[in-house]
């Protein structure tokens, strides 16, 4: 179980994500593979000081790489999907 400030990796900025904070102001975090979702809800409202509506989680499954002969894989990695309260926003995210 991570610990709070652990649970939170980094947040996620590409373009799928820009257009879902635009459209819904849902904001996209890398998150610790063995956080649940009250553990990523409590982790947001402390460190940003604002109040989680939703939070969505996936599983992006391991990609293999192949480096000359040699055959690798990326980790699997978890991503949370925010929602906030209406008025509320993470400066992170803001232009």
């Known amino acids: ?3 709070v400030h ?3 990796v980094a947040p996620v900025v590409t373009e799928k994500s820009s257009a879902a904070y635009g459209a819904r102001k849902e904001y996209t975090f890398r998150v610790h593979l063995a956080a649940t979702k009250p553990q990523i809800r409590a982790a947001i409202e402390s ?5 989680v509506t939703d939070v969505r989680t996936m599983v992006v499954r ?3 790489r192949t480096y000359g002969r040699y055959v ?4 699997s990695w ?3 999907i925010v929602t906030l309260k209406e008025g509320d926003a993470i400066a992170v995210f803001e232009g």
């Open 1 to 3: 179980m991570p610990e």
């Open 6 to 8: 652990h649970t939170i």
């Open 47 to 51: 460190l940003f000081k604002v109040t």
């Open 62 to 64: 391991a990609k293999r």
């Open 72 to 75: 690798g894989r990326r980790p």
């Open 78 to 80: 978890k991503k949370a």
